[in-house]
């Protein structure tokens, strides 16, 4: 690296605050607010009601009420805090008031905020925006959304965006990032692909901003391994290629789709922040966009990961899960793991169980999770938490024989594993521990 690469880097180091806004997303939004109803559009005629009803569409593919509503907030005021590991930002108004909102913004300053990520003035926007996504996203299209949000009911309410602490809230540094990593190349049309395909790509890649989750960042918080999965507050978000065996490889197009529409499918359940991303946004989007993202997804280059040999059934950790399992576990996901169709989900076979992390598989353990809300799921199943019944190394156990049982084959789980996960979780000790522990 010659010295002008090396100064660029140290001086972007202080601004990989910015990067770590991308973490920052949708995770934290609470259940309530992640199935409240969308806003109407505002009573006075709009100019190009085409135009609005476009608009409101792809703003819901791009799941902007989920980061610009504050939880018991009014659509799009803004107000929601984001944490980040450098400090909390809190999203701006994007309601059509001229005093605190961008009613008073033209077409052209609101593409650059949302393509180029620069705001009314020229200051620069943190990538919590996802900017380096939107870059993909047509002059049209964001034309559209912009008629839209100028329809929707107008709500005073200032927001100080910036409350990072020094040197982090210095937005000129994140000249620097852009130029390391930002890329502001429009989306382009591959002629060898079908529409379906292109459709899909230009989906992912731009207005859904998949990468943004599912994409790992490296130290800066540059992209790293697309679409191969990422950690983000607490979560890891999954691999979403072609890879069969910690991707979506093994998936029909179809599978895809039913996930994307109603939360769950025969082999898996949304939960976290991907259950608030089917409740605000994909399950608006027509069957037609969910099978071409379905299709480019499907075709994407995936990781090198591939299955090892699974534990002997009779190693002790194996014998000592499967107790546990058939104990604790198959009431809902039943002996052989097939769980139900959209509702509990499916441990055979499953990407997800075999993920090279465990993060999701000992969070829903120890605390457990709810799946999404939708129109054809209105109430989410939820599972419990096993914390206050299962030790570290019960939990290590099952968790370890789930990993390599019912067609899957990962590395065990450790009851160190458990214990840090259980620390950073806050959950509570099992229940004899707390009582020894009076």
């Known amino acids: 690296m ?44 709009p100019a190009n009601a085409d135009a609005v009803a ?49 009613g008073g913004w033209t077409d052209e300053e609101f593409i650059r905020a949302v393509r180029q990520g620069r705001g009314r003035h020229g200051e620069f926007l943190y990538p919590a925006m996802p900017y380096t996504a939107y870059v993909k ?8 959304i912009k008629a839209y949000m100028d329809t929707v009911p107008a709500v005073h309410n200032p927001v100080v965006s910036n409350q990072l602490p020094f040197p982090f809230n210095i937005r000129q540094l994140l000249f620097f990032w852009n130029l390391l990593f930002f890329d502001n190349t429009p989306f382009r049309h591959d002629d060898t692909q079908s529409v379906e395909w292109n459709r899909g790509a230009y989906l992912v890649q731009g207005l859904g901003h998949c990468g943004a989750c599912h994409t790992a960042k490296n130290f800066l918080g540059g992209d790293k391994a697309p679409l191969q999965g990422g950690l983000l507050q607490g979560w890891f978000a999954p691999e979403i290629t072609s890879n069969p065996y910690t991707g979506l490889g093994s998936w029909t197009t179809d599978d895809i789709v039913q996930y994307l529409k109603t939360g769950g499918n025969d082999r898996s359940v949304a939960s976290g922040p991907m259950a608030e991303a089917v409740t605000n946004s994909l399950q608006h989007a027509t069957t037609q966009d969910l099978h071409g993202i379905g299709v480019y997804l499907r075709s994407f280059p995936g990781s090198n990961n591939k299955p090892p040999a699974p534990l002997n059934a009779s190693d002790p950790l194996m ?29 055979s076979s499953s990407s997800s169980i075999q993920a090279p992390v465990t993060t999701n598989l000992l969070r829903t353990i120890l605390v457990g999770s709810r799946g999404a809300v939708t129109q054809s799921n209105p109430t989410g199943a939820a ?15 099952v968790g370890t024989y789930v990993r390599n049982s019912m067609g ?6 450790s009851s160190d594993d458990v214990k840090k996960a259980r620390e950073s979780l806050g959950a509570q000790a099992p229940l004899g521990i707390r009582q020894a522990a009076q």
């Open 2 to 45: 010659n010295r002008k690469k090396t100064f660029i880097a140290s001086i972007a180091a202080l601004a990989v605050a910015a990067a770590a806004l991308f973490a920052s997303g949708r995770t934290g939004v609470a259940d309530a607010q992640a199935g409240a109803a969308q806003p109407t559009v505002a009573q006075t005629a």
């Open 54 to 102: 476009r608009g409101m569409y792809l703003a819901r593919l791009g799941d902007c009420i989920a980061c610009h509503t504050a939880e018991g907030g009014k659509p799009f005021a803004g107000g929601l805090p984001l944490q980040t590991p450098f400090g909390t930002i809190v999203s701006s108004n994007i309601t059509p008031d001229k005093d605190s909102g961008i």
């Open 137 to 144: 996203i047509t002059d049209q299209d964001i034309r559209d």
């Open 319 to 347: 014998t000592a899960g499967h107790d546990l399992f058939i104990a604790n576990c198959t009431a809902c996901h039943r002996s052989s793991g097939e769980g139900v169709g959209g509702m509990v989900s499916s441990l």
């Open 383 to 397: 599972m419990p938490n096993f914390s206050w019944k299962l030790s570290d190394a019960e939990v290590a156990a």
């Open 408 to 413: 899957n084959a990962a590395a065990p789980v």
